[in-house]
Every structure is written in C-alpha cells, then in structure tokens.
C-alpha cells in the first residue's frame, strides 16, 4: 500500500465545506472526504508546530519527549543518556524508521526541521527534501517537488510520502494573481460587529489590534494580512486571506489526486489530511495564531481514505494525532513500540468502531503554558503563564454549545472545574510515572523565564503599544503578573 500524509500547517477543521463551513474553501478536499473516514474531533496532543509535529513521529507525549515548546531546553528532546546505542531511542521507535522496518520507502517534503532546528524530524527517512525557505515557502514552490516525486515514484509500491504545504500559516502568501474568491462571501455569522468591537478592547499578543504579535506593523510583502483590525474592512482582509490560503493549498490537492490517478494508483493509496494545529481566528480574542491549549488551536482536521478504510463515515470520537503511529502499526501489521503513548483507531477505520478515549488532555508551552482536558462536552482551561493575554487561572467552555469560546463558564460551574483540575493532576501522575526523567518540561519553561513567544524582554515593547493605543488600564496588571 501507498501512503500520502497531507500536512497543512495551520489549518482548523472548520473553515473546511466537509466540516460545515458556508465558504467553498475546499472542494477536493470534500471530494476526497466523501470517500473517507472523516473525524470531528482530533486533537495534537502538544501545540504548537514543533510541539506536535515531534508528539506525530515518536508517538510519545511532549510531557515524555521534553519538547513542548519552540525555544529552551522545550525545544529539544530529552537526552536518553546512559542508556543510549549505537542509535537513539527515536531513531529506532519513530513513526517513519518503524514504516521502514515494515518495507517502506519513507520520503519527506518539508522544510520544517531546518526552521526548527528539529533534527529528530528526519528519523526514519530515506529521502528528505528540503524546499528550502524555512517554512516562507508557498505552494508554487513546494507542489512542483511533490509532482516530480510522484512522477518518479507513484507506480511503486510500499511508500510513504509527508508533504508539507505552508500556504495556511500566516503570513498569508497566495499570489496577488490568484484573486479573492470569497470577497462577496459573508463572514461568519459569530462574528458579529459587537464581538469584534470587544476584542478591539482586549490585550494579548495577536488580539485585534496587534496582528503582528506585539504591534500592528505590516508587511508589504503580503499585502493579504493586516496588521490591526480597526475596521471592517481589516477583518474581512483577515478572514478572506486565510480562506483564500485553504482554497490555495486545495488546489494543490486536487492535482495531486489528479496525478495519483494518472499514474494508476489512486484506488491503492491511503491518503491524510491533517494539520499540526488549528488558527484561532477571533476566539479567545485572538487572530491568526494558534497560541493557547484550546478546542481552536489543538483541535486538527482528519480525514483519511484509502484500501480498508470505511467511506462515508464519521467519527465523533475523542483522539490524539499521536494514535496515528499504533493505528498503522496495526492495519500494516507490525508491532507498535511501548515508547509510543498512542492509542489505535485501525477498527474506526476498518470497521466504523467507536474507540475514542473518554477524554484528551492538550498543552500548549510555546505562546503561553496551559494544559486543558477535553471530556464530553466540556473543556477546562487551566494557565500557569498567561502570555500576556491576562487569562484567568481557569476557564470552562462548553465545546459543543459554544464552538467559539464565547462563554467562560467557570464561576457558574465550579464542579464541572474540580473536575477538570482533577483531571488534569491524575493525568500528569500517571505521565510522570511513566516518565525516563521524572522532569515535567511544562515546569522546565517557567524556570527557564516563561513560553518563548512571551519572553519578559519583551514585555515593555508590548506596553509601548498598549499605552499607544488606548489600553493603559492592562498596564498595571502585566507588571504585576510578569515582573
């Protein structure tokens, strides 16, 4: 069997027509979905890019791998130590060596461990090829190398290929020529005139009047992305670049699907398309960042087809990315190693099987450090750095009634927040005792100066801006929190 695993930086299940979206943003992904096994509820375990991209491959747990952010010690993998070979334990139990042991030619097109300095990123690969622009690299760049391979490689059997496609993340890069197809769409009914005015209010890095993380600086590279939101205007910029970004990257996949057939073996090829995480694109406040441990940032798209795979179906379930390496473990009939945290979905895809887990825990270590439990309908928010977004210590959104995180629920549910917490601890015992190191890296981040997109010497920056725009009233706060 042939593999293709589709990795859209940065893209959230629905703003995808499959996912129920008003705006035609992707219809050969929809075609594709049709004859698919479509989940709803798919979570990275560990938020953001490097965080979960490195949870996919060795299978482990960011709390168990030690990377859990983008900079400090949370960027980089425990050191195995005493015990390790002539090779390391992820060279020899990451997803891609373990796809090579079972007679796989695994391939990658990605620039991603270079912009992240994430060497592990290559274990297992026979081919890697780097397109080059660290992660700035737009479609036009990155399908001509994926149609060449497929060229010289589709007919053959027993392949995995992972391409990255960047054209979703910010800053959003579709060519001017391309055009706007959604510029007499509407925007999402949610978003109403009165909730965009709030965030206009609020503080925190990408709130609606600092797009550019800590100030309203733009970029006349990509004239698609505002650097504020001020107006209606902005926001409609906003959310028409990123869409445009999703039908851009759409295309892509459409010919790809057309190549797959072209070569014969489109019936023979299991495809993915998934996402290292999703876009906050208002909630919380937040704008094109995936920056908190919450439904919008952690929540990915799945939608797998292929030999064996049930078409037509939805899975409601509760699962991680990381259960992706013991799933194809068990459908290709190889042994799944005990480092990996996973758990397999293969009679989901096999058999329309129910086999979510009865909760998800997510954490996020680069933008803030927050762990949150998703458990029926409820997510519990808990921060330990707040990012300077001033986040309460807890938060409760009931998910399914409020998709958009528009109703902070913790003060009238203070039960429904003893369970979370509680949660939250039973889960971090039970990964530290299985732990190599006995170091939570969560903590690691905060002795180290806190998350690495909200380092303090930054801080009087950010003040700068909000004193300029109308928010001294957060001031006091942030120097409280944070000196």
Not at 146 to 172: C, E, I, Q, R, S
Not at 192 to 206: A, F, S
Not at 266 to 279: A, K
């Amino acid at each position: 069997m042939r593999i293709l695993y589709l990795d859209l930086d940065a893209l959230r299940p629905d703003h995808l027509g499959c996912y129920g979206y008003h705006r035609n943003t992707s219809p050969n992904i929809d075609a594709l979905a049709a004859e698919s096994t479509r989940f709803t509820n798919y979570y990275t375990s560990d938020a953001p890019c490097l965080p979960s991209r490195t949870a996919l491959y060795t299978g482990m747990f960011g709390i168990h791998s030690g990377v859990v952010g983008h900079g400090g010690t949370a960027a980089d993998l425990f050191v195995q130590g005493a015990t390790r070979g002539f090779r390391d334990r992820i060279e020899n139990n990451s997803l891609p060596y373990q796809l090579q042991c079972a007679g796989y030619h695994t391939a990658q097109i990605s620039p991603f461990a270079q912009r992240h300095a994430a060497r592990h990123f290559y274990a297992g690969f026979n081919e890697i090829h780097n397109t080059g622009k660290h992660g700035q690299e737009s479609a036009e760049v990155v399908t001509p190398v994926v149609m060449k391979w497929l060229a010289d490689h589709a007919a053959g059997d027993n392949w995995f290929l992972h391409v990255n496609y960047w054209d979703v993340h910010t800053p959003y890069r579709v060519p001017e020529e391309y055009g706007n197809p959604f510029e007499n769409d509407p925007l999402p009914a949610w978003l109403t005139p009165e909730v965009w005015r709030e965030h206009l209010e609020m503080v925190g890095p990408h709130k609606a009047q600092e797009i550019n993380m800590l100030d309203d600086r733009e970029d006349p590279k990509y004239p698609r992305q505002p650097g504020s939101l001020r107006t209606e205007a902005d926001l409609r910029r906003m959310f028409d670049g990123y869409d445009t970004a999703i039908r851009y990257a759409d295309d892509q996949i459409g010919l790809i699907v057309e190549a797959l057939k072209h070569a014969g073996v489109y019936e023979d090829t299991m495809i993915l398309i998934s996402s290292d995480h999703g876009e906050n694109m208002g909630e919380l406040g937040i704008y094109g960042e995936h920056g908190t441990a919450d439904q919008i940032t952690c929540r990915v798209p799945m939608i797998v087809k292929g030999p064996g795979v049930k078409a037509g179906r939805v899975d409601d379930g509760l699962h991680y990315a990381l259960d992706l390496a013991p799933t194809l473990a068990e459908m290709l009939g190889f042994e799944a190693p005990d480092m990996w945290d996973g758990q397999s979905y293969a009679a989901a895809l096999r058999e329309g099987a129910d086999c979510g887990r009865d909760q998800v825990v997510i954490s996020h270590c680069a933008h803030v450090c927050q762990r949150s439990v998703r458990f029926g309908p409820w997510l519990y928010m808990r921060t330990i750095h707040d990012g300077f977004h001033l986040f309460p210590r807890e938060m409760l959104y009931n998910v399914e009634e409020d998709p958009h995180e528009r109703h902070d629920l913790a003060a009238a549910r203070p039960e429904l927040c003893r369970e979370g917490a509680a949660r939250l601890l039973a889960w971090q015992e039970d990964q530290m005792l299985s732990s190599t190191t006995n170091v939570d890296p969560l903590w690691s981040v905060m002795r180290e100066g806190g998350p690495f997109h909200a380092r303090k010497e930054d801080l009087d920056r950010y003040l700068d801006h909000l004193r300029k725009t109308g928010r001294e009233w957060a001031v006091p706060e942030l120097l409280r929190r944070h000196r």
